[in-house]
C-alpha cells in the first residue's frame, strides 16, 4: 500500500494533505491522533459538496456552545457558502447553547438537528468539553455521530475545534487539548474531517499579529482575538475562525460521487445510543406543579427557540416521578436566581442533591443535568423539589457578584422544560 502526499493551492495557501490507502475497520488512518493540524480532511465532505456544486437545497446545521451561538463564524461560515456556491439554497440549522458539552449536545441531537434533516453537521464541543473524562466524551461523539448516520448515512458531519486561553500552551508545545485528542480518535475512526481553529490563533499570538485578551478589539494597532479568553470578538477572532473555515472547505471541495457512511464496531459499547429529549408528563408530577408558557413570562421568551413551556414548582416534596429502561436519565432545566435544588432517588435510593443555583445565577439560561451508569434495566426515578432557603449571596460571591434585587432571588424553584433518557421511557 502506498500512501499519497498531496499538495493543494488555494489562493495565497498551500495545504499538505496525506491521503492514506483504505484499511480495515478500528485501525488508524491517520497517524496521530493527538498531532496537531489545521485540517484533517479524512473522508471529506462528498455529499455536501455534491449538493452544493449541484446547486441544491442544503441545510447545515451547527451543534455546539457558546462560541458557535456567537454571530461569528456560523454566521459568517453560512454567508461565504451562499456566496461561494450560488446556485444553492443554503439554510441554517442553529443548535448552539452556551455553555454546554457534547454529553447535552447528543440528547438534544434529534430534536434540535435530525428532525430538521440535515446534509452537514458541524460539531463544535472542544472547549466546553475540557474538563470532561474522556470516557464520556467518547461516549457522547460517538453517539452523535452514530445516530446521525442511523437516521441517514448520506448527511456529512465535520468536527471543529475551537480554544480558550488555556489552550495556548498546549498549541506552544506542539500538541492538541486533551478534549480534541479524545475528539480526533472518534473522528479518525469513522473517517470525519477535522478543523481546527487553534493553529492559526496560536500562529498569529506567536507571531505578535493578535493579541489573546483584552478589553477591546484592537491595542495599539494590534487586534485582539477575544474579551474573556474564549468568546472571540465577531470581527477579529471569529473572522480568524472564517478564514480557517473558509481554507478547509476550498481545500476540501471538489466533484465527487455522493456515499454513504459505513458505520464499524464502535468504539465503546457503552456510547450513548437511544437519546432523546421528552415532554414531561402530565401524570407523572404531584399535585402543585405550573405549565409556564414560555411567550407568556418575560424572563423565559428567550428560550422559545429551544422550549415552548417549562414546567414549575416552588413547594418542597413535590414530585416528578417516570419510569424508563435504560442507563441514564436527567432533565433540561433553567437555572437563575430563583432557582432552588432538586433531589434525585432511582429505585428508591438518593443518588444526589443538585442545586439548580450556582454562582452564574444573575440571569436565567438553560442547563442540564445527567444520571449516568445505570444498569441497563427497568428504574423508578423520583425527582423531589427542596424549595428551603439557603445562602445565594455566599455562592454568588464566589464571582464577585451580588443580588442587584434580592426579591428575584427569593423564590427556590425547580424549571423543567424536559427529560432526557438514554433509552426508553415505561409507562
Not at 479518525?188 to 493579541?211: A, M, R, T, W
Not at 437519546?275 to 404531584?286: K, R, V
Request: some cysteine.
Amino acid at each position: 500500500m502506498v500512501n499519497r502526499l498531496i499538495i493543494k493551492v488555494v489562493g495565497a495557501f498551500v495545504f499538505i494533505i496525506m491521503q492514506f490507502p483504505a484499511m480495515a475497520e478500528n485501525t488508524l488512518h491517520y497517524p496521530d491522533p493527538s498531532e496537531v493540524r489545521e485540517l484533517v480532511a479524512r473522508d471529506g465532505l462528498p455529499n455536501f459538496f455534491a449538493k452544493a456544486l449541484g446547486g441544491d437545497s442544503v441545510k447545515v446545521a451547527y451543534l455546539g456552545g457558546s462560541i458557535t451561538a456567537q454571530p461569528g463564524w456560523r454566521v459568517f461560515s453560512l454567508e461565504w457558502l451562499q456566496q461561494q456556491y450560488p446556485k444553492a439554497a443554503f439554510s441554517e440549522i442553529n443548535a448552539a447553547i452556551g455553555g454546554t458539552g457534547s454529553d447535552f449536545g447528543v440528547f438534544r441531537l434529534h430534536e434540535q438537528v435530525l428532525r430538521f434533516n440535515p446534509d452537514l453537521v458541524f460539531v463544535e464541543f472542544a472547549v466546553n468539553d475540557g474538563s470532561t473524562p474522556a470516557e464520556k466524551i467518547t461516549r457522547s461523539m460517538e453517539g452523535i455521530v452514530r445516530q446521525i448516520w442511523e437516521q441517514n448515512p448520506a448527511i456529512d458531519i465535520c468536527f471543529v475545534y475551537t480554544l480558550k486561553d488555556s489552550y495556548l500552551e498546549k498549541y506552544l508545545q506542539g500538541q492538541l487539548p486533551p478534549s480534541a485528542v479524545t475528539m480526533e480518535k472518534v473522528a479518525d475512526h469513522y473517517g470525519i474531517p477535522s478543523i481546527n481553529f487553534g493553529v492559526e490563533v496560536n500562529k498569529q499570538v506567536q507571531g505578535q499579529q493578535l493579541i489573546f485578551e483584552g478589553k477591546s478589539q484592537e491595542i495599539d494597532g494590534v487586534p485582539v482575538f477575544s474579551p474573556d479568553g474564549v468568546h472571540p470578538y465577531p470581527e477579529t477572532g471569529h473572522r480568524i475562525y472564517q478564514q480557517v473555515i473558509q481554507r478547509a472547505l476550498e481545500a476540501m471541495a471538489q466533484p465527487a460521487k455522493p456515499k454513504k457512511h459505513r458505520l464499524p464496531k464502535p468504539l465503546t459499547s457503552d456510547y450513548f445510543s437511544n437519546t432523546q429529549m421528552l415532554d414531561i408528563p402530565e401524570a407523572a408530577l404531584s399535585k402543585n406543579w405550573d405549565r409556564l408558557a414560555v411567550d407568556d413570562h418575560a424572563f423565559l421568551t428567550k428560550f422559545d427557540n429551544y422550549l415552548s413551556e417549562v414546567t414549575r414548582t416552588g413547594k418542597s416534596g413535590e414530585t416528578l416521578t417516570l419510569r424508563f429502561k435504560g442507563r441514564t436519565i436527567g432533565a433540561y432545566d433553567i437555572m437563575g436566581p430563583g432557582a432552588g435544588k432538586v433531589i434525585v432517588e432511582v429505585d428508591g435510593v438518593v443518588q444526589d442533591t443538585l442545586s439548580r443555583f450556582d454562582a452564574y445565577c444573575t440571569y436565567w439560561r438553560m442547563n442540564y443535568f445527567l444520571i449516568d451508569h445505570l444498569e441497563d434495566q427497568e428504574h423508578e426515578v423520583v425527582f423531589r423539589v427542596l424549595a428551603e432557603p439557603f445562602d445565594k449571596a455566599a455562592i454568588l460571591a464566589k464571582r464577585d457578584q451580588v443580588m442587584e434585587n434580592p426579591t428575584d432571588y427569593e423564590e427556590n424553584s425547580w424549571y423543567v422544560g424536559k427529560i432526557m433518557l438514554d433509552g426508553e421511557l415505561l409507562k
